[in-house]
Antibody
């Protein structure tokens, strides 16, 4: 059974860079059928997609965050990572990693499943 | 960018009742691009429906999805105690590639 686990500092200072890693277990991150993604959720609010990556390193990002986001993959460790620069209090959120399934038959289908348990990152001095 | 609107914001129902949740897109969305998730307090979202109407593995058949174009619906035929949660719709947009989520509908106990 595939599992994802986020890890990284729970507290980041304003203007610094938030760094998180997602470790995938129970399956290979190099599977051709999947992308991998980061989604966040500010306390008490809804979900916001941050970006996604393929094992080859191909990425796409939320246009609203693109200038501050870098997502990378380390296939040797079965991990992918998120860096968000110049953080402010508005970046305080639970950060989730998830597997993105893209299935194309006649049409293409897209969904996130499973998700990691999430990790709370607070931006504060 | 396609914006998703969910209604109602909160739905107060009793166990055994039928829940009908709406997700409306600001422009037409391919049905294959539409998914629904359930989130309980303190937990990660869980996939319920993909492709607007296909149930994910292990999801009970009381959950069903329908719709096309700009209007999509998640129906819970008979609410069980464990179904009281927040539900989000999500769509994929191709130009540029991105995902957006609706603001969510909370289903709580009446």
């Amino acid at each position: 059974q595939l599992q994802l686990q986020e890890s990284g500092p729970g507290l980041v200072k304003p203007s610094e860079t938030l760094s998180l890693t997602c470790t995938v277990s129970g399956g290979s991150i190099s599977s051709s059928s999947y992308y991998w993604g980061w989604i966040r959720q500010p306390p008490g609010k809804g979900l916001e997609w941050i970006g996604s990556i393929y094992y080859s390193g191909s990425t796409y990002y939320n246009p609203s965050l693109k200038s501050r986001v870098t997502i990378s993959v380390d296939t040797s460790k079965n991990q992918f990572s998120l860096k968000l620069s110049s953080v402010t209090a508005a970046d305080t959120a639970v950060y989730y990693c998830a597997r993105l399934r893209i299935y194309c038959g006649g049409d293409c289908y897209y969904w996130f499943d499973p998700w990691g348990q999430g990790t709370l990152v607070t931006v504060s001095s | 960018e396609i914006v998703l609107t969910q209604s109602p914001g909160t739905l107060s129902l009793s166990p055994g009742e039928r829940a009908t949740l709406s997700c409306r897109a600001s422009q037409s969305v391919s049905s294959s691009y539409l998914a629904w998730y359930q989130q309980k307090p303190g937990q990660a979202p869980r996939l319920l429906i993909y492709g607007a109407s296909s149930r994910a593995t292990g999801i009970p058949d009381r959950f069903s999805g329908s719709g096309s174009g700009t209007d999509f619906t998640l129906t819970i035929s008979r609410l069980e105690p464990e179904d009281f949660a927040v539900y989000y719709c999500q769509q994929y947009g191709s130009s540029p590639p991105q995902f957006t989520f609706g603001p969510g509908t909370k289903v709580d106990i009446k």
